[in-house]
């Protein structure tokens, strides 16, 4: 999908938009919602202000197109692993692929979703309420899961499939600022053996 834009002064260009929200979104994944200047964006995106919310809208509704375009493209991988057959493999799927996304040197280290939720600045509130949503969509999702699990005699009768899915969000969250700190998949992996060595089959 393309627009055509004009700058200041000279010639219109033609605006890939795809393109465009893929460079904002390694923008916005490094340095956080707050982090990303409207100076850095426009840059990298090669548009000036005026362009920039013609073809987006501010940078707030930036930020939300391509908070969307990561949850249904690097991260797509984190509502396939409930379809694993136990409760065990949808966490030790969950927390592996995790080990190597979050540590993928091909793009900006930790999770966007974490990220982008820990600047707390005034502009950024409604930004913080969004992510705190999809974190709680995605807890959700799991609870369900788990709650099937021990309808299926897949859990253990006092298992809590509410504290094992925040349980899971809270380990990675946790790998996610580890990640950003520099560490590899194979150290995030020790942490997720450890974590499912306390799982409870039933």
């Known amino acids: 999908m393309t627009i055509e834009t004009k700058k200041l002064r000279g010639r219109p260009r033609v605006f890939d ?6 460079k904002a979104l390694q923008i916005f994944w490094q340095r956080g919602y707050e982090g990303a200047s409207l100076a850095e964006l426009t840059e990298a995106l090669g548009v000036n202000k005026p362009s920039l919310y ?3 809208g501010n940078k707030e509704e930036l930020f939300m197109k391509a908070l969307s375009k990561y949850t249904t493209g690097p991260v797509a991988f984190v509502r396939d692993v409930i379809h694993e057959p136990t409760s065990y493999a949808v966490a030790k799927r969950f927390l592996y692929e995790a080990a190597d996304f979050l540590s993928q040197p091909s793009h900006p280290k930790g999770c966007m979703i974490v990220q982008g939720a820990l600047s707390g600045g005034e502009s950024a509130e409604m930004v913080k309420k969004v992510l705190i949503q999809y974190r709680t969509a995605y807890e959700n999702l799991l609870t369900k899961r788990f709650e099937q699990a ?5 859990l253990a009768n006092d298992a809590d499939p509410h504290a094992l899915a925040k349980y899971l969000a809270t380990l990675h969250q946790g790998m996610s600022v580890q990640a950003t700190s520099g560490a590899s998949s194979e150290e995030l992996k020790a942490i997720a053996d450890l974590a499912l060595s306390a799982w409870p089959n039933s």
């Open 150 to 154: 021990k309808q299926d005699g897949d």
């Open 54 to 56: 013609a073809a987006f």
């Open 17 to 22: 938009m795809d393109e465009a929200l893929d």
